[in-house]
């Protein structure tokens, strides 16, 4: 990873502006968007399993409290920061806004690198993280919730709420003071892979935009493209799964220890196991290992995936990228020279703050369930199938013909939580796609997706501190 001349945070602002600048909202409503209404840097301390007491450094961004609660991922690592969170937390802001979730946005970060602490070391870690939130308010269903994020997952999330609840006895919404969590513990389906399922959305719905895919000299359709993911964690192995099943061929996947490639495609969930069985990626059968894990990016493809971490294409390696479209899974892979040589080049880079909103979308859809203490479909699934099945009923004896058993049980279904997830999900990711390409046609002089994107979040976010007035 090359050092930046400027910090993420910064990076962040840069892009803000240049979009600011096709906007023409009040300059101090604009400085008011980009700021960090709060920021919360705490230390406390945790006894290791070896006897040990080691001091935790870990923070709390709420970005933006325009509308409530915020919302947004927690990072375990050892690269964190406070200015990583700020940024993290305003892409979180413009994110929520973009594709229609009324949340203001936050990010979390605990800086430490999870491989090297015991499972009760980092359960310990992660409730005393939770009550300091609790302690100074900046955890709660109607405040502020948090969800997984790089190095975090389910657990981390149960450990969470179970944490919260029980530092708030009788507090009937406290399963909606974190997202993510497992379905036993107030989960939704669909939301593990959600993410991922995001950013192959968002991508489909872009090479379904026959203008758009002539102008990057590609045929419509996913089905028989050639794609390359950075990161086989959650979002990284999900992309990768459902490019896959949609025909795509995954010809490379890269992972912190090497990267390997296979012309002829290449399965996430073998390559998985791989993993899990040998601890690396590397040595798959029938694939070759590269040299290093920083080689996938600069392969011939047509669509790549960085679901990473930030900062990994950038001034130095951009130039190499051929790449037709790269669809920015992670947060914040590309940097603002990346952008530049992109434009450059013709490469269509779908940004980061939109195209991985699936995980935030279905996060509220869960946060939506937890409120209303039912799961999605439980009233009116057995109802619909009893309707289509009178309805087919009907046809049939009106026709005098039937369908085969494949169809029926197709018509037949009523929406399980599963189906609606996905749903509204797929729905999300389409409008927002389209909303940003709308917005990027309509004005010759936005240069990139990004700038078109952050066009639409400013023109939300700004749109409601202005309808909302400044407290006096
Ligand atoms: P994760 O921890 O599940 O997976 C990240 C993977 O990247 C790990 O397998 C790690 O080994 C690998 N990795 C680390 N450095 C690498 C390198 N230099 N080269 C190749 N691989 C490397 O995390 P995740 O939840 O999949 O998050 C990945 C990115 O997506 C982050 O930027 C995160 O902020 C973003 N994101 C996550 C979600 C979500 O729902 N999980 C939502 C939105 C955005």
């Given at each position: ?26 300059p ?36 933006s ?13 050892d690269e964190?920061?406070?200015?990583e969170?700020?940024a ?23 800086k ?15 409730r ?11 955890i ?15 657990r ?10 029980s ?19 107030g989960?939704?389906?669909g ?16 090479c ?45 996947l890269?992972e912190?220890?090497?990267?390997i ?21 590397l ?12 080689d ?9 995936i ?10 130095e ?35 980061d703050?939109?195209?991985n ?20 479909g439980?009233?009116?699934k ?86 909302l007035?400044?407290?006096?």
């Amino acid at each position: 990873m090359s050092q930046q001349p400027y910090s993420f945070f910064h990076s962040v602002e840069r892009s803000f502006d240049k979009a600011a600048a096709f906007t023409n909202f009040d300059p101090g409503i604009l400085e008011q968007i980009k700021a960090c209404n709060s920021v919360y840097q705490m230390r406390f301390p945790v006894k290791l399993d070896n006897g040990n007491i080691e001091v935790i450094e870990a923070y709390r961004v709420q970005h933006s409290q325009h509308k409530s609660p915020c919302k947004g991922g927690i990072r375990f690592s050892d690269e964190v920061n406070q200015d990583e969170v700020m940024a993290l937390a305003s892409l979180m802001t413009y994110k929520c806004a973009i594709v229609n979730v009324p949340f203001g946005g936050a990010k979390g970060g605990i800086k430490i690198n999870p491989r090297k602490y015991s499972t009760y070391e980092l359960e310990k870690i992660t409730r005393r993280y939770t009550a300091e939130l609790v302690k100074k308010n900046f955890i709660g269903p109607g405040i502020d919730v948090p969800a997984p994020d790089y190095g975090t997952g389910e657990r981390e999330m149960s450990w969470i709420v179970d944490t919260y609840a029980s530092l708030k006895p009788g507090e009937i919404d406290a399963a909606g003071c974190v997202t993510g969590k497992p379905i036993t513990q107030g989960g939704v389906r669909g939301r593990k892979e959600a993410t991922g399922l995001g950013v192959f959305f968002g991508i489909r719905e872009v090479c379904n935009m026959a203008d758009v895919m002539e102008k990057q000299g590609l045929t419509i359709g996913v089905e028989g493209k050639t794609v390359i993911v950075q990161g086989l964690g959650n979002v990284g192995y999900h992309s990768a799964k459902f490019f896959r099943e949609a025909g795509a061929k995954v010809v490379a996947l890269a992972e912190y220890e090497g990267a390997i490639y296979n012309a002829h495609g290449l399965n996430e969930e073998e390559v998985f196991q791989h993993r899990k069985a040998t601890g690396s990626i590397l040595n798959f059968p029938g694939a070759t290992n590269l040299a290093k894990n920083t080689d996938a990016l600069e392969l011939e493809c047509d669509i790549l995936i960085p679901a990473a971490l930030e900062n990994v294409i950038n001034g130095e390696n951009a130039p190499r990228v051929k790449a037709k479209i790269i669809g920015e899974a992670a947060n914040g892979p590309c940097t603002p020279e990346a952008d530049e040589i992109f434009i450059q080049k013709g490469i269509l880079c779908v940004p980061d703050m939109y195209l991985n909103a699936g995980g935030v979308t279905v996060s509220y859809f869960e946060w939506l369930k937890n409120l209303s203490h039912v799961r999605y479909g439980r009233m009116e699934k057995r109802f619909t199938e009893n309707m289509n099945t009178t309805i087919l009923g009907q046809i049939e004896s009106l026709t005098g013909k039937t369908v085969n058993e494949t169809d029926r049980k197709l018509i037949q279904h009523g929406a399980e939580e599963i189906d609606l997830v996905h749903s509204g999900l797929e729905e999300t990711m389409i409008a927002a796609t389209r909303e940003i390409v709308h917005i990027w046609k309509s004005n010759p002089g936005i240069p990139d997706m990004r700038t078109a994107a952050y066009v639409s979040a400013i023109n939300k976010v700004a749109t409601s501190y202005a309808e909302l007035g400044i407290f006096p």
